[in-house]
C-alpha cells in the first residue's frame, strides 16, 4: 500500500514497553518490529511507530487518541488499564497513560446524545463534571 498516514510517537528510551504495553491493552495487537531506534507496532490492526528519540520532546494534550466504547464496561477496561502505574484522569474522558500520552475514552453514543438539541446542553453539563465518563448519566441528563 502506497501513502500509508501511521503516528510516530517520540519516546525517551520507552519506545518498546510503550508498545508492549499499548498491545497488552487493545484486542488484535502486536509488536511487529523492534530495533534499538524503531518499534513498529499494529493497535487494532492500525500501524503506529515508537522512536527512541530522547528527552528533547515530551508528550501533551495537543495530540490524543480516541477510543470510541459501546458500554459502560469497555469504558471502565480502558480507564483502568490506561491509569495503571502512574497514569493520571483528567476531566470529560480524558487521561494520560504511564508514558505521558493522552487518551480520550468515550461513548459512541456521544455524538448522538449532543445533536440532540434539547439534551445536548444537560449532557455537556454531566460530562464537565466527570472524569470517566458514565454512560448512564449522559443517557439520562
Given at each position: 500500500?502506497?501513502?500509508?498516514?501511521?503516528?510516530?510517537?517520540?519516546?525517551?528510551?520507552?519506545?518498546?514497553?510503550?508498545?508492549?504495553?499499548?498491545?497488552?491493552?487493545?484486542?488484535?495487537?502486536?509488536?511487529?518490529?523492534?530495533?534499538?531506534?524503531?518499534?513498529?507496532f499494529e493497535l487494532n490492526?492500525?500501524?503506529?511507530?515508537?522512536?527512541?528519540?530522547?528527552?528533547?520532546?515530551?508528550?501533551?494534550?495537543?495530540?490524543?487518541?480516541?477510543v470510541e466504547c459501546e458500554?459502560?464496561?469497555?469504558?471502565?477496561?480502558?480507564?483502568?488499564?490506561?491509569?495503571?502505574?502512574?497514569?493520571?484522569?483528567?476531566?470529560?474522558?480524558?487521561?494520560?497513560?504511564?508514558?505521558?500520552?493522552?487518551?480520550?475514552?468515550?461513548?459512541?453514543?456521544?455524538?448522538?446524545?449532543?445533536?440532540?438539541?434539547?439534551?445536548?446542553?444537560?449532557?455537556?453539563?454531566?460530562?464537565?463534571?466527570?472524569?470517566?465518563?458514565?454512560?448512564?448519566?449522559?443517557?439520562?441528563?
Open positions: 500500500m502506497t501513502n500509508q498516514i501511521y503516528p510516530c510517537l517520540w519516546f525517551d528510551g520507552q519506545a518498546k514497553a510503550a508498545a508492549d504495553f499499548y498491545c497488552s491493552v487493545f484486542k488484535n495487537s502486536k509488536v511487529t518490529t523492534d530495533t534499538p531506534m524503531v518499534v513498529n490492526g492500525k500501524k503506529f511507530m515508537g522512536l527512541n528519540g530522547g528527552p528533547m520532546f515530551k508528550f501533551n494534550e495537543a495530540v490524543s487518541m480516541v458500554t459502560q464496561e469497555e469504558i471502565d477496561n480502558y480507564w483502568n488499564k490506561l491509569t495503571a502505574d502512574g497514569g493520571q484522569e483528567s476531566q470529560c474522558g480524558w487521561l494520560k497513560d504511564k508514558f505521558g500520552f493522552s487518551w480520550q475514552i468515550i461513548p459512541n453514543i456521544i455524538g448522538k446524545l449532543m445533536t440532540d438539541t434539547e439534551k445536548a446542553p444537560r449532557v455537556m453539563q454531566e460530562i464537565m463534571k466527570m472524569k470517566k465518563i458514565d454512560i448512564a448519566k449522559l443517557v439520562n441528563a
